[in-house]
T-cell receptor, first 111, second 115 residues
């Protein structure tokens, strides 16, 4: 079992650029979650999908953020345009029963 | 809305000793799950232990055990025989059983195990 896979592990970009974070959930898991972790706000749920359908995106900060899950094995989180306050660690997690398993995270730095 | 509170921002323990991390939560739900996650310096979030609210028996996973007090809405984590590899941030998390399985996290406790 490869676990949840995220790429890239680190991303440094300039303000105004588009950023795309990628996630491959554990095979057989039917729910996928995107979280953001910052020192100030801790761990926040941004959006989650059940069976590839977005269920709750109330945590998405603003319209600059968008997420897609075109199939059961892939999801993206896009920020366009990026801003310095978007700097954080972004985690993807997947679930089959009642336990969520997290990927290693993507550390995003926007300068 | 659910809230999860971890009142100890930092703790330390000597290697081989026992330490208890506190967590309280607030909910009007009767059916839910509680979790402890460990986040070492590698930043990987690792599930340590899970407790179902309908179970009276406290969960145990090797050196990790919980003290679940449903009436008091308390869910503490006990680490026995602490090891250097236990040094990490520990997050308590709450999940309603019928709301999409979204996790609500506490603010975390930074645990340092000293040799």
């Amino acid at each position: 079992d490869a676990g949840v896979i995220q790429s890239p592990r680190h991303e440094v970009t300039e303000m105004g650029q588009e950023v795309t974070l990628r996630c491959k959930p554990i095979s057989g898991h039917n729910s996928l979650f995107w979280y953001r972790q910052t020192m100030m706000r801790g761990l926040e749920l941004l959006i989650y999908f059940n069976n590839n359908v977005p269920i709750d995106d109330s945590g998405m900060p603003e319209d600059r953020f968008s997420a897609k899950m075109p199939n059961a094995s892939f999801s993206t989180l896009k920020i366009q345009p990026s801003e310095p306050r978007d700097s954080a660690v972004y985690f993807c997690a997947s679930r089959r029963t009642n336990e969520q398993y997290f990927g290693p995270g993507t550390r995003l730095t926007v300068t | 809305a659910q809230t999860v509170t971890q009142s100890q921002p930092e703790m330390s323990v000597q290697e081989a000793e026992t330490v208890t991390l506190s967590c309280t939560y607030d909910t009007s739900e009767n059916n839910y799950y509680l979790f402890w996650y460990k986040q070492p310096p590698s930043r990987q979030m690792i599930l340590v232990i899970r407790q179902e609210a309908y179970k009276q028996q406290n969960a145990t996973e090797n050196r990790f055990s919980v003290n679940f007090q449903k009436a008091a809405k308390s869910f503490s984590l006990k680490i026995s025989d602490s090891q250097l590899g236990d040094t990490a941030m520990y997050f308590c998390a709450f999940m309603r059983s019928n709301a999409g399985n979204m996790l609500t996290f506490g603010g975390g406790t930074r645990l340092m195990v000293k040799p």
